[in-house]
Nanobody, 124 residues
Framework: QVQLVESGGGSVQAGGSLRLSCAVSGRTFSRNAMGWFRQAPGKEREFVSGLYWSSGRTYYSDSVKGRFTISKNNAQNTVYLQMNSLKPEDTADYYC?????????????????WGQGTQVTVSS
């Protein structure tokens, strides 16, 4: 089992920044890939950003590329999502997820473990 605990959500004005954290515990071999997804009301869950833990290679959706940065802290077993230049369309519940696979980082179906989600609200 892998436990994921997100933090760092909140409300900001457009142009502001937030940093989300995802603390990972449990079977670390089950977190070969880590992803951030989001779901806005009435919309499907979508991929935001992800990385492969061993290589550190990162991936971003086109909608956040250049504004968001995913990173990890090996010692603290934590993944971060730094979100800058936030827009109202970034408003959503954000979820951290872990996958034992070393491929398909953008596919939510490959993720076995999910956090409880943290809400991000961006006002114009």
């Amino acid at each position: 089992q892998v436990q994921l605990v997100e933090s760092g959500g909140g409300s900001v004005q457009a142009g502001g920044s937030l940093r989300l954290s995802c603390a990972v515990s449990g079977r670390t071999f089950s977190r070969n890939a880590m992803g951030w997804f989001r779901q806005a009301p009435g919309k499907e869950r979508e991929f935001v950003s992800g990385l492969y833990w061993s290589s550190g290679r990162t991936y971003y959706s086109d909608s956040v590329k250049g504004r968001f940065t995913i990173s990890k802290n090996n010692a603290q077993n934590t993944v971060y999502l730094q979100m800058n230049s936030l827009k109202p369309e970034d408003t959503a519940d954000y979820y951290c997820a872990a996958s034992p696979r070393d491929y398909g980082v953008q596919n939510p179906q490959y993720y076995y473990y999910w956090g409880q989600g943290t809400q991000v609200t961006v006002s114009s």
